[in-house]
């Protein structure tokens, strides 16, 4: 009896042990993870399914026909964005690093010295996106699509991915990893800041991914000429 009474002593005084770890473990899953939206780290990234362009595939380039998606380029991960109601405000946004910026121009330069014809430029309104075209296209057109989720911006990007350009061009599309990963089936970060995916527009919703070039691969095929 003695030794019954002690085992429920025992099971009682581990009861608000047992209420502290279960409130723990609640607490652990209800905090959102801060590591969430840091910086992606080289030794962790995801390598690309995608082989890099070749000279074959910058010969059709340009020729037109093809869509350039641009996930911005690399940007200030001090910075946070805040909620958006108002993309004017840079200041509220995680902007593009003085690499990010070096590595834009450097794509655009060597995108005209390859002599791929870009025609029209869309971008994410978001200011990292918007730097990105300026820098190395000249110019862009912002649309919201680029940047929102939802049903009516994914048909809206869908489209753009499968409607074949302007004749002897090749669209450019630069936008954020979120908004793409599940059309094109990428893991995160499998696109890294200022890489593009070339795809082949194919009509009524379809296209194929061929290549993702990052911005050092721009500069390797103009070396290679």
């Known amino acids: 009896m003695k030794r019954f009474a002690a085992s429920i002593a025992a099971l009682l005084l581990g009861i608000p042990a047992l209420a502290t770890a279960q409130a723990r473990c609640v607490e652990a899953v209800a905090r959102p993870d801060s590591s969430a939206h840091s910086a992606p780290s080289e030794s962790t990234r995801v390598v690309s399914r995608y082989h890099a362009p070749d000279s ?3 010969t059709n380039l340009k020729r037109g026909g093809y869509i350039l998606v641009f996930r911005h380029g690399k940007t200030d991960w001090a910075q946070r964005d805040a909620e958006m109601v108002n993309f004017a405000d840079r200041a509220a946004q995680r902007n593009l690093s003085d690499q990010g910026r070096h590595e834009a121009t450097e794509t655009g330069k060597a995108l005209v010295a390859l002599h791929i014809p870009v025609g029209k430029v869309l971008s994410s309104p978001m200011w990292r996106c918007r ?17 929102q989720k939802g049903a009516a911006s994914r048909e809206s990007r869908l489209r753009m991915l499968s409607t074949p350009p302007s004749k002897g061009t090749n669209t450019v599309l630069i936008t954020h990893q979120d908004v793409l990963l599940p059309i094109m089936k990428l893991n995160r970060d499998e696109l890294g800041e200022g890489d593009a995916l070339i795809v082949k527009p194919l009509g009524k919703g379809s296209f194929e991914v061929l290549a993702q070039a990052t911005p050092a691969d721009w500069i390797r095929l103009l070396s290679s000429r």
């Open 131 to 147: 730097d990105t075209a300026t820098l190395a296209f000249g110019h862009a057109d912002t649309t919201i699509d680029l940047f």
């Open 56 to 58: 074959t595939l910058v």
